[in-house]
Nanobody
Framework: QVQLVESGGGLVQPGGSLRLSCAAS????????MGWYRQAPGKQRELVTTITSSGSTDYADSVKGRFTISRDNAKNTVYLQMNSLKPEDTAVYYC??????????????WGQGTQVTVSS
């Protein structure tokens, strides 16, 4: 079994910052890419950012220059530093990991989601 547990969401004023964390645990052999997605009310889930095992990153245009993804491979943990937050960043943020289990089965795994609300 594999679990992804997110933390760090909450309520913040426009212009503020939040840092999300996502720790993967369980029967993990290796983790390839990790990433963050978000889903706002009434909208489809969208990709926010990804990071490969070697540290290459990619960002949605809407968050470039404001959000930074990083990971600690030793801890199987990915982080999302969010600065200059805007009301349109309000959404449930989901962690994703492309990984291979100890049984050599590769697949996508998701966290339970953490709410980020940007409001004055």
């Amino acid at each position: 079994q594999v679990q992804l547990v997110e933390s760090g969401g909450g309520l913040v004023q426009p212009g503020g910052s939040l840092r999300l964390s996502c720790a993967a645990s369980g029967s993990i052999f290796t983790i390839y890419a990790m990433g963050w997605y978000r889903q706002a009310p009434g909208k489809q889930r969208e990709l926010v950012t990804t990071i490969t095992s070697s540290g290459s990153t990619d960002y949605a245009d809407s968050v470039k220059g404001r959000f930074t993804i990083s990971r600690d491979n030793a801890k199987n943990t990915v982080y999302l530093q969010m600065n200059s937050l805007k009301p349109e960043d309000t959404a449930v943020y989901y962690c994703n990991a492309d990984l291979k289990t100890v049984h050599r089965i590769r697949g996508d795994y998701w966290g339970q989601g953490t709410q980020v609300t940007v409001s004055s």
